[in-house]
């Protein structure tokens, strides 16, 4: 069972595609400091890269400059696919932070080599615009990456601030694009991290 039962389809470019499609699929087993709003277990990067991809379809009206959705949408779908080889830093993981940039580069380098080369190309390219944060459409992109998670701390006790130790001046740093891009939704944040530090959830 696995990539070794693959057939051909007799096209090389279709198979590259193919068997992209199905190495992909182990994103499923990389699982993030996030817990789901369940609370039953940790989310894992498919289903945070799916939430984030909705929420650009909801929030575009917050942002002070217009993004181009569906762009931005291609960012969220593939800026996490290098985790498959590099794993999941945590956000606020100082030591795993500072070699974070040289795995990433190195898993890009592997996964998408695996494509036909403009294909290959496009998603890297997409994936190095989202992490630079410097365009509209990644900056919305990145607003999302990080409200997301965010949202989900809000609603599960603060559990993986509470777990990571995490301080009010980390989480604000991190969400220092969303009060660039996106004031409005800063505002609910800021009223949450108040919340969070009154409750105990986030150090002050």
């Known amino acids: 069972m696995g990539i070794e039962d693959f057939l051909s389809s007799g096209n090389p470019r279709l198979d590259q595609q193919l068997k992209f499609t199905a190495e992909i699929d182990k994103m499923t087993e990389v699982y993030r400091r996030t817990m789901l709003i369940s609370g039953v277990r940790n989310e894992?990067?498919?289903?945070?890269?799916?939430?984030?991809?909705?929420?650009?379809?909801?929030?575009?009206e917050y942002c002070v400059e217009e993004p181009d959705v569906e762009r931005a949408i291609k960012m969220l779908v593939v800026h996490d696919l290098i985790e498959i080889y590099a794993g999941d830093t945590f956000a606020y993981d100082v030591k795993g932070n500072e070699s974070k940039a040289e795995r990433e580069a190195a898993a890009a380098d592997k996964l998408y080599s695996q494509l036909p080369p403009e294909q290959g190309a496009?998603?890297?390219?997409?994936?190095?615009?989202?992490?630079?944060?410097?365009?509209?459409?990644?900056k919305y992109a990145a607003c999302l990456d990080r409200t997301q998670p965010l949202l989900h701390n809000t609603l599960t006790e603060g559990h993986t601030w509470r777990n990571g130790g995490a301080v009010r001046a980390q989480v604000e740093e991190r969400a220092h694009i969303v009060k660039e891009f996106m004031p409005e939704v800063y505002n609910w944040i800021m009223i949450n991290l108040d919340r969070g530090v009154e409750k105990g959830w986030l150090k002050e």
Do not use: C, G, Q
Request: hydrophobic share 55%.
């Open 44 to 60: 894992n990067d498919a289903e945070h890269s799916w939430h984030i991809a909705v929420m650009a379809l909801l929030f575009k």
């Open 122 to 138: 496009e998603l890297r390219a997409l994936w190095e615009e989202f992490d630079a944060m410097e365009t509209t459409d990644a």
